[in-house]
């Protein structure tokens, strides 16, 4: 298969976008997909907006078969059998559905081009000049068939007032434009000049709510018309890594990716934005890249990450110290590309000493000798001796799965919970962590099992934050806790506690906690910072009780890190451990991920949002920037949707809190 221009034909919606179980109105492309314009021509399906913006009255929702939003009013029914990718977006609520229904500007129509619901679609255009828009789109009546279409910013009067009148109750391309004088709309009347090479920002917007939109085309031949399902989508490579996901699969794990190898004269080029090293067969057909190994000495398996192709099997050879290790052949793909675990070679129990040189020889390879594979590989990963096999077989999530914007069944085990939470150390993340778990008590009707909490457990300061910052840091804790229990409600009975100023105090309230348990009425205990407050009130506490104690953990660093106590002296008070997934993997996200919250008209979504945003903001550590980060909450997560006992999340996601809270506010628990 040839790719020209650095396009990738997409023939399914599954072969294409990142991994995820999406919002109904939630963007399934990421800022970085870019859709190519090719000979005068570019298509694009409606889904693959990146942002909405202008969404406070009305959005655009997902539908397809297993994805069907119930945001009304809307009485029309799916009308995915048809659509391009059997999927396609309708701007909701739908108010107004025939002539006689009270028409209200700025709200179920607007006759101002860019004022509600606009999509944003970012396109790369190497041909300058005149496109002509056309949107394929299904319309049943008279007040379902408007659209305006911009471009940067701009609503241009040759973008307005798209028009359908024919075609109705079938999926129906149309470039035609409403005026006074012709209601159902003049042909060749809607384009867009694009005078300048380069990335240009799509955009439509609402004129009439409830209007159906499948895909649109931008053309330069003014007498081309689309048929059926029109031109196929061609975009840029996405920037997704596989290889990013399978380094962060185990904490351990230790990566060397592409970008450590100097590739200079070595025959090898970055390739899709950087994300792999490849082989252009015009120019050779094999390369070789060296690099030290950096890491501590010792054996570790190793995981070689290469990418199956469908034009070739290329061959990879890796080398120690100019010795050979071994040689890996990728298997034949369906796929233009394929990533995960059968292109993944493992070689356990390798020894290495810092500074061997590694090597990595790769020969293109080919299916029918006319057609070249590119020996892309992203890089090499270095695992704890006996756990290859397990990151091998990380899973990469390569297809879209669009789902009902449904929040996970809360399943809550009996008994009461407790929170143990730093915050006065390096790291800010447990201000979005604890906004966050209390949010989610009160949304999921809990707040009442909560008994304890309380935050600052860092009871010896380390240099690396300063006395006046650790202060600063207590009393931004204090704050999110009175804060957020306060405008979300549910905890009137329930003092929050500074462990390291209250020390006695707090020790005293959880230890109370503890001699309050049984076996029918056990307590859990988050661990959300170190361990010496959990230890200081089990020795404080009856023997007796601690075999109904469990303390949910996710992250060796809070277990490691106490002063005055192990975790496995924690662990010899004879509690049960319930350990889970680093929850960072999933809940340390992009910032722009919560803009959600940030833009809610719900005050109290808004100042969780500031919480976790303060952190973001932290100058004490550097690793927090432009990170959204409460991955503590993720523990509280797993146990109110069941724990070890009913098979609760163990790598929840923002997805998944933001349907709970969501829910919640919306009145649909």
């Not at 799916?78 to 999927?87: D, K, L, V």
């Not at 067969?281 to 390369?287: C, D, R």
């Not at 292109?343 to 020969?363: H, P, R, S, Y």
């Given at each position: 298969?040839?790719?020209?221009?650095?396009?990738?034909?997409?023939?399914?919606?599954?072969?294409?976008?990142?991994?995820?179980?999406?919002?109904?109105?939630?963007?399934?492309?990421?800022?970085?997909?870019?859709?190519?314009?090719?000979?005068?021509?570019?298509?694009?399906?409606?889904?693959?907006?990146?942002?909405?913006?202008?969404?406070a009255?009305?959005?655009?929702?997902?539908?397809?078969?297993?994805?069907?939003?119930?945001?009304?009013?809307?009485?029309?029914?799916?009308?995915?059998?048809?659509a391009?990718?059997?999927?396609y977006?309708?701007?909701?609520?739908?108010?107004?559905?025939?002539?006689t229904?009270?028409?209200?500007?700025?709200?179920n129509?607007?006759?101002?081009?860019?004022?509600?619901g606009?999509?944003?679609?970012?396109v790369?255009?190497?041909?300058?000049?005149?496109?002509?828009?056309?949107?394929?789109?299904?319309?049943?009546?008279?007040?379902?068939?408007?659209?305006?279409?911009?471009?940067?910013?701009?609503?241009?009067?040759?973008?307005?007032?798209?028009?359908w009148?024919?075609?109705?109750?079938?999926?129906?391309w149309?470039?035609?434009?409403?005026?006074?004088?012709?209601?159902?709309?003049?042909?060749?009347?809607?384009?867009?000049?694009?005078?300048?090479?380069?990335?240009?920002?799509?955009?439509?917007?609402?004129?009439?709510?409830?209007?159906?939109?499948?895909?649109?085309?931008?053309t330069?031949?003014?007498?081309?018309k689309?048929?059926?399902?029109?031109?196929?989508?061609?975009?840029?490579?996405?920037?997704?890594?596989?290889?990013?996901?399978?380094?962060?699969?185990?904490?351990?794990?230790?990566?060397?990716?592409?970008?450590d190898?100097?590739?200079?004269g070595?025959?090898?080029?970055?390739?899709?934005?950087?994300?792999?090293?490849?082989?252009?067969?015009?120019?050779?057909?094999?390369?070789?890249?060296?690099?030290?190994?950096?890491?501590?000495?010792?054996n570790?398996?190793?995981?070689?990450?290469?990418?199956?192709?469908?034009?070739?099997?290329?061959?990879?050879?890796?080398?120690i110290?100019n010795?050979?290790l071994?040689t890996?052949?990728?298997?034949?793909?369906?796929?233009?590309?394929?990533?995960?675990?059968?292109?993944?070679?493992?070689?356990?129990?390798?020894?290495?000493?810092?500074?061997?040189?590694?090597?990595?020889?790769?020969?293109?390879?080919?299916?029918?000798?006319?057609?070249?594979?590119?020996?892309?590989?992203?890089g090499?990963?270095?695992?704890?001796?006996?756990?290859?096999?397990?990151?091998?077989?990380?899973?990469?999530?390569?297809?879209?799965?669009?789902?009902?914007?449904?929040?996970?069944v809360?399943?809550?085990?009996?008994?009461?919970?407790?929170?143990?939470?730093?915050?006065?150390?390096?790291?800010?993340?447990?201000?979005?962590?604890?906004?966050v778990?209390?949010?989610?008590?009160?949304a999921?009707g809990?707040?009442?099992?909560?008994v304890?909490?309380?935050?600052?457990?860092?009871?010896?300061?380390?240099?690396?934050?300063?006395?006046k910052?650790?202060?600063?840091?207590?009393?931004?804790?204090?704050?999110?806790?009175?804060?957020?229990?306060?405008?979300?409600?549910?905890?009137?009975?329930?003092?929050?506690?500074?462990?390291?100023?209250?020390?006695?105090?707090?020790?005293?309230?959880?230890?109370?906690?503890i001699?309050?348990?049984?076996?029918?009425?056990?307590?859990?205990?988050?661990?959300?910072?170190?361990?010496?407050?959990?230890?200081?009130?089990?020795?404080?506490?009856?023997?007796?009780?601690?075999?109904?104690?469990?303390?949910?953990?996710?992250?060796?660093?809070?277990?490691?890190?106490?002063?005055?106590?192990?975790w496995?002296?924690?662990?010899?008070?004879?509690?049960?451990?319930?350990?889970?997934?680093?929850?960072?993997?999933k809940?340390?996200?992009?910032?722009?991920?919560?803009?959600?919250?940030?833009?809610?008209?719900?005050?109290?979504?808004?100042?969780?949002?500031v919480?976790?945003?303060?952190?973001?903001?932290?100058?004490?550590?550097?690793?927090?920037?432009?990170?959204?980060?409460?991955?503590?909450?993720?523990?509280?997560?797993?146990?109110?949707?069941?724990?070890?006992?009913?098979?609760?999340?163990k790598?929840?996601?923002?997805?998944?809190?933001?349907?709970?809270?969501?829910?919640?506010?919306?009145?649909k628990?």
């Amino acid at each position: 298969m040839k790719i020209k221009f650095l396009v990738l034909v997409l023939l399914v919606i599954s072969s294409f976008l990142n991994a995820q179980v999406v919002q109904l109105n939630a963007p399934i492309a990421n800022k970085d997909v870019v859709f190519m314009e090719n000979k005068g021509m570019v298509s694009v399906e409606a889904e693959y907006f990146y942002k909405q913006s202008k969404t406070a009255v009305r959005q655009w929702y997902i539908t397809a078969k297993n994805a069907q939003t119930k945001v009304g009013p809307d009485k029309d029914k799916s009308n995915h059998a048809n659509a391009s990718n059997g999927t396609y977006i309708e701007i909701l609520p739908d108010s107004r559905v025939t002539h006689t229904d009270k028409l209200v500007p700025g709200e179920n129509f607007s006759n101002k081009a860019g004022e509600l619901g606009v999509l944003h679609y970012k396109v790369r255009i190497t041909n300058p000049g005149r496109y002509y828009v056309w949107v394929r789109a299904f319309s049943t009546g008279s007040e379902d068939n408007g659209l305006h279409v911009g471009l940067n910013g701009n609503w241009p009067e040759n973008g307005k007032r798209m028009q359908w009148c024919q075609g109705k109750n079938k999926w129906t391309w149309e470039s035609k434009q409403r005026t006074k004088e012709e209601h159902c709309g003049i042909p060749q009347q809607i384009y867009l000049d694009i005078d300048k090479k380069g990335l240009h920002d799509i955009q439509f917007s609402m004129r009439e709510d409830g209007f159906e939109f499948d895909k649109f085309i931008l053309t330069k031949d003014s007498s081309y018309k689309p048929k059926d399902l029109g031109e196929k989508t061609t975009t840029l490579w996405p920037l997704k890594s596989y290889y990013k996901q399978i380094g962060a699969s185990l904490l351990e794990n230790k990566t060397l990716p592409i970008a450590d190898f100097p590739i200079k004269g070595t025959g090898f080029y970055k390739h899709a934005g950087g994300k792999w090293l490849g082989i252009n067969p015009n120019k050779q057909k094999e390369a070789q890249a060296t690099t030290p190994f950096p890491f501590k000495s010792g054996n570790y398996d190793m995981v070689f990450v290469a990418v199956g192709e469908n034009d070739g099997q290329s061959e990879f050879k890796v080398l120690i110290n100019n010795k050979e290790l071994g040689t890996f052949t990728p298997p034949l793909t369906k796929d233009v590309f394929e990533e995960g675990e059968r292109n993944n070679k493992l070689w356990k129990n390798i020894k290495f000493k810092k500074g061997d040189k590694i090597t990595v020889i790769a020969k293109i390879g080919s299916a029918d000798g006319k057609e070249w594979a590119r020996a892309r590989w992203s890089g090499i990963v270095f695992v704890p001796v006996g756990i290859g096999q397990r990151v091998i077989k990380t899973p990469f999530e390569g297809t879209l799965k669009v789902a009902q914007n449904r929040a996970p069944v809360i399943d809550a085990p009996k008994g009461r919970i407790a929170v143990v939470a730093d915050g006065n150390s390096p790291d800010p993340d447990d201000l979005g962590g604890t906004a966050v778990s209390l949010a989610l008590l009160r949304a999921t009707g809990l707040a009442s099992k909560l008994v304890h909490y309380s935050h600052s457990c860092d009871l010896v300061r380390v240099k690396r934050i300063s006395e006046k910052a650790e202060i600063e840091r207590h009393a931004l804790m204090q704050s999110v806790c009175d804060v957020t229990a306060r405008r979300w409600g549910g905890f009137n009975n329930l003092k929050f506690l500074d462990a390291k100023w209250n020390q006695k105090e707090t020790v005293k309230d959880l230890a109370r906690a503890i001699n309050a348990s049984s076996a029918e009425d056990p307590l859990w205990i988050i661990e959300a910072g170190e361990p010496d407050i959990i230890g200081f009130a089990l020795d404080k506490s009856s023997k007796k009780k601690h075999k109904y104690v469990k303390v949910i953990t996710h992250h060796p660093a809070n277990d490691d890190a106490g002063d005055f106590y192990t975790w496995q002296q924690i662990l010899d008070f004879g509690v049960e451990e319930v350990r889970i997934p680093d929850q960072n993997i999933k809940l340390k996200v992009p910032i722009n991920q919560w803009d959600w919250a940030r833009d809610h008209k719900d005050k109290r979504l808004q100042q969780v949002w500031v919480y976790g945003k303060m952190a973001e903001v932290d100058d004490v550590v550097k690793f927090q920037k432009g990170k959204w980060d409460c991955s503590d909450a993720g523990m509280l997560l797993y146990w109110i949707t069941g724990a070890n006992v009913n098979k609760g999340l163990k790598q929840g996601t923002v997805s998944d809190v933001k349907n709970i809270l969501l829910n919640f506010i919306e009145g649909k628990k």
